[in-house]
């Protein structure tokens, strides 16, 4: 149905009598799911020329049922599980018994959206696999139990915190950790403070996150299929809330919703904003009514460098220093990136800022500065048992990869293979295709838990000269590993928030384009400051990046490009190629329109 009929079916409608209708009320519960649910029907209303109020904030299921019933509220988005909960109904009933209870209470049950927000008790992917965890039932098998969960979930009296316990006969080993924010849940469950968390199936958090949701096997929560629903004296008031309702059933399922939720609890989006851009997409308001969406700070980060919780951390000190901008998080070359002004924050390692020539020479990447330190990484170098002496041959994971690079900084006369995943790439280093697997990792790093099968840990001196400075000792401790018998001298550095330069001169390997300068927009000292204090505050110390990194917030961020940049040399010598081509092309049509027709 196209935006101009449904503005025409919503005028249609209004308050009977000598006095215009009250502005239409819509109560939200305290998640970003309501809010954006909440602007799509108030932004109808207003699209309809119909006067709206901004939306209702509610404390919890209880306070917005309550007000609707008084008629405080014209409608809600509700989900059936929760309504029949509320007033003591069987929780196994579906949308025909929770309308017959509430229409004994002058509130109707409209039209379902199309998806269902059921709760979900998650477990990280580590656990469930170490622990063999696959339903509720297994938790009964935990040394110790303890969950983080929303705040309503302590006052549901039927399919709460209190009776999921009584249901699988758990108990817990401290206080539930009650917080509203899905993605601050999730993280404390990443972060190993819990060992459970309870989530709901829309949690946009969830998204592309290492979590498994447990099977409810002794069929404690019911269906929480979402429902539009009205005072019944204010839906007569109003009968296009009914309409409005109808237009929308069905238009919403499980991955939609969970996207659109991912926006706002993840990426920072307004939810008015995420609401009036679907409704766009569905044709349902007029492109001149939906204005334009808050430009997005680009965060950018190369997967096949294995950051993993890293650029969470990113993210969240993005959205603490620059509060007013969304953060859309992309994959790809990250110098590259920044310089063409794609994002202006990056996660990388500090191997990403530095190369070797081809004459052999190793300079700095001047497209990026270092704002902020997340972490740090060890070298990896896993060899058969018994290998010594320089690599002829290294695998990583990745081709464009930080490895890929570091690889051909340590060891530029090895051939480097390339493999898909870390299984992969140790499978090869176990068959002998390859005398030596690298790997940028945390000491401890989960994927590299059976990687001492068939392996072990090389020692990686320090290299030689001042090129790979950046490059600090450190030991990987023994017992970090299974069957990790002794201590590992290596290597690590530092992985670092990084944003744009202010210099010109954009490093892509070739190409007439190699030399043309950058686009990016860089950090300001005040944007680099905030960024770090937000990661100091998150991971309760403030680490400086190395000195030889290019520092954001420093005067002398950008150091001098090589005395020859062979890059420059590459794009002088393309566009005179080029130039000496166009000059022969001339000479030869030029005759030829020369002569008579």
Same mark, same amino acid.
């Given at each position: 149905?196209?935006?101009?009929?449904?503005?025409?079916?919503?005028?249609?409608?209004?308050?009977?009598?000598?006095?215009?209708?009250?502005?239409?009320?819509?109560?939200?519960?305290?998640?970003?799911?309501?809010?954006?649910?909440?602007?799509?029907?108030?932004?109808?209303?207003?699209?309809?020329? =119909?006067?709206?109020?901004?939306?209702?904030?509610?404390?919890?299921?209880?306070?917005?049922?309550?007000?609707?019933?008084?008629?405080?509220?014209?409608?809600?988005?509700?989900?059936?599980?929760?309504?029949?909960?509320?007033?003591?109904?069987?929780?196994?009933?579906?949308?025909?018994?929770?309308?017959?209870?509430?229409?004994? &209470?002058?509130?109707?049950?409209?039209? *379902?959206?199309?998806?269902?927000?059921?709760?979900?008790?998650?477990?990280?992917?580590?656990?469930?696999?170490?622990?063999?965890?696959?339903?509720?039932?297994?938790?009964?098998?935990?040394?110790?139990?303890?969950?983080?969960?929303?705040?309503?979930?302590?006052?549901?009296?039927?399919?709460?915190?209190?009776?999921?316990?009584?249901?699988?006969?758990? @108990?817990?080993?401290?206080?539930?950790?009650?917080?509203?924010?899905?993605?601050?849940?999730?993280?404390?469950?990443?972060?190993?403070?819990?060992?459970?968390?309870?989530?709901?199936?829309?949690?946009?958090?969830?998204?592309?996150?290492?979590?498994?949701?447990?099977?409810?096997?002794?069929?404690?929560?019911?269906?929480?299929?979402?429902?539009?629903?009205?005072?019944?004296?204010?839906?007569?008031?109003?009968?296009?809330?009914?309409?409005?309702?109808?237009?929308?059933?069905?238009?919403?399922?499980?991955?939609?919703?969970?996207?659109?939720?991912?926006?706002?609890?993840?990426?920072?989006?307004?939810?008015?904003?995420?609401?009036?851009?679907?409704?766009?997409?569905?044709?349902?308001?007029?492109?001149?009514?939906?204005?334009?969406?808050?430009?997005?700070?680009?965060?950018?980060?190369? *997967?096949?460098?294995?950051?993993?919780?890293?650029?969470?951390?990113?993210?969240?000190?993005?959205?603490?220093?620059? *509060?007013? =901008?969304?953060?859309?998080?992309?994959?790809?070359?990250?110098?590259?990136?920044?310089?063409?002004?794609?994002?202006?924050?990056?996660?990388?390692?500090?191997?990403?800022?530095?190369?070797?020539?081809?004459?052999?020479?190793?300079?700095?990447?001047?497209?990026?500065?270092?704002?902020?330190?997340?972490?740090?990484?060890?070298?990896? /170098?896993?060899?058969? *048992?018994?290998?010594?002496?320089?690599?002829?041959?290294?695998?990583?994971v990745g081709r464009a990869s930080g490895a890929a690079g570091l690889a051909a900084l340590l060891w530029d006369a090895a051939k480097?293979?390339?493999?898909?995943?870390?299984?992969?790439?140790?499978?090869?280093?176990?068959?002998?295709?390859?005398?030596?697997? &690298?790997?940028?990792?945390?000491?401890?790093?989960?994927?590299?838990?059976?990687?001492?099968?068939?392996?072990?840990?090389?020692?990686?001196?320090?290299?030689?000269?001042?090129? /790979?400075?950046?490059?600090?000792?450190?030991?990987?401790?023994?017992?970090?590993?299974?069957?990790?018998?002794?201590?590992?001298? @290596?290597?690590?550095?530092?992985?670092?928030?990084?944003?744009?330069?202010?210099?010109?001169?954009?490093?892509?390997?070739?190409?007439?384009?190699?030399?043309?300068?950058?686009?990016?927009?860089?950090?300001?000292?005040?944007?680099?400051?905030?960024?770090?204090?937000?990661?100091?505050?998150?991971?309760?110390?403030?680490?400086?990046?190395?000195?030889?990194?290019?520092?954001?917030?420093?005067?002398?961020?950008?150091?001098?490009?090589?005395?020859?940049?062979?890059?420059?040399?590459?794009?002088?010598?393309?566009?005179?190629?080029?130039?000496?081509?166009?000059?022969?092309?001339?000479?030869?049509?030029?005759?030829?329109?020369?002569?008579?027709?």
């Amino acid at each position: 149905m196209s935006a101009t009929l449904l503005i025409a079916l919503l005028s249609a409608s209004s308050l009977s009598g000598c006095g215009a209708p009250e502005p239409l009320r819509v109560g939200v519960k305290p998640f970003a799911e309501q809010a954006i649910l909440g602007e799509m029907f108030r932004q109808l209303a207003v699209a309809a020329d =119909q006067d709206a109020a901004p939306l209702v904030a509610c404390e919890d299921s209880w306070d917005c049922q309550h007000r609707l019933q008084r008629g405080e509220l014209h409608m809600m988005v509700e989900y059936t599980g929760t309504g029949l909960g509320l007033i003591g109904a069987e929780p196994g009933g579906g949308l025909e018994e929770v309308r017959a209870a509430y229409s004994q &209470l002058g509130v109707s049950w409209l039209d *379902p959206l199309g998806f269902d927000n059921g709760y979900r008790v998650l477990v990280t992917a580590w656990d469930a696999e170490a622990m063999a965890l696959e339903g509720v039932s297994d938790l009964e098998a935990l040394d110790t139990l303890t969950v983080a969960c929303p705040p309503e979930f302590l006052r549901r009296p039927t399919d709460g915190l209190a009776p999921l316990l009584r249901r699988y006969g758990l @108990t817990l080993d401290a206080e539930p950790l009650v917080i509203a924010d899905s993605a601050e849940r999730l993280r404390a469950l990443a972060d190993g403070r819990v060992e459970v968390a309870i989530g709901y199936a829309t949690d946009g958090a969830i998204s592309g996150q290492p979590l498994v949701a447990l099977d409810d096997d002794r069929g404690f929560f019911p269906a929480y299929e979402a429902v539009v629903i009205a005072n019944d004296i204010r839906l007569q008031e109003r009968p296009a809330i009914d309409k409005a309702a109808a237009l929308m059933a069905g238009r919403l399922d499980e991955a939609t919703m969970q996207s659109l939720n991912y926006q706002v609890e993840i990426q920072g989006y307004d939810p008015a904003d995420v609401a009036r851009s679907w409704l766009l997409e569905e044709g349902l308001l007029d492109a001149e009514a939906a204005g334009d969406k808050a430009a997005a700070l680009g965060l950018v980060v190369d *997967p096949d460098d294995g950051l993993g919780g890293m650029v969470e951390e990113a993210r969240l000190a993005a959205r603490a220093a620059m *509060p007013d =901008q969304p953060v859309r998080e992309l994959e790809g070359d990250p110098l590259a990136a920044l310089a063409g002004g794609e994002a202006r924050l990056a996660v990388v390692g500090a191997e990403r800022f530095f190369r070797r020539t081809r004459s052999g020479e190793v300079v700095r990447d001047p497209r990026a500065a270092a704002a902020a330190v997340l972490g740090v990484r060890a070298v990896h /170098l896993l060899r058969p *048992p018994g290998a010594s002496g320089a690599p002829a041959s290294v695998g990583v994971v990745g081709r464009a990869s930080g490895a890929a690079g570091l690889a051909a900084l340590l060891w530029d006369a090895a051939k480097r293979e390339h493999y898909a995943d870390i299984d992969a790439l140790l499978a090869a280093a176990r068959g002998g295709e390859i005398d030596a697997a &690298l790997v940028l990792a945390a000491p401890g790093d989960a994927a590299l838990s059976g990687a001492l099968d068939g392996l072990a840990l090389t020692e990686v001196p320090p290299p030689g000269g001042t090129d /790979l400075a950046w490059l600090r000792p450190a030991r990987i401790p023994s017992g970090t590993y299974p069957g990790q018998r002794a201590g590992v001298d @290596t290597l690590s550095a530092q992985v670092v928030l990084a944003g744009a330069t202010a210099e010109a001169n954009a490093l892509v390997s070739g190409g007439p384009a190699a030399a043309l300068p950058s686009t990016g927009k860089p950090l300001t000292a005040a944007e680099a400051e905030a960024l770090a204090e937000a990661l100091a505050e998150a991971l309760g110390a403030l680490e400086m990046p190395d000195p030889v990194l290019p520092a954001a917030a420093s005067p002398s961020a950008v150091a001098e490009p090589p005395a020859v940049n062979e890059d420059v040399l590459d794009t002088v010598l393309n566009l005179l190629v080029i130039l000496f081509l166009g000059w022969l092309v001339s000479l030869t049509v030029a005759p030829l329109s020369s002569e008579p027709k």
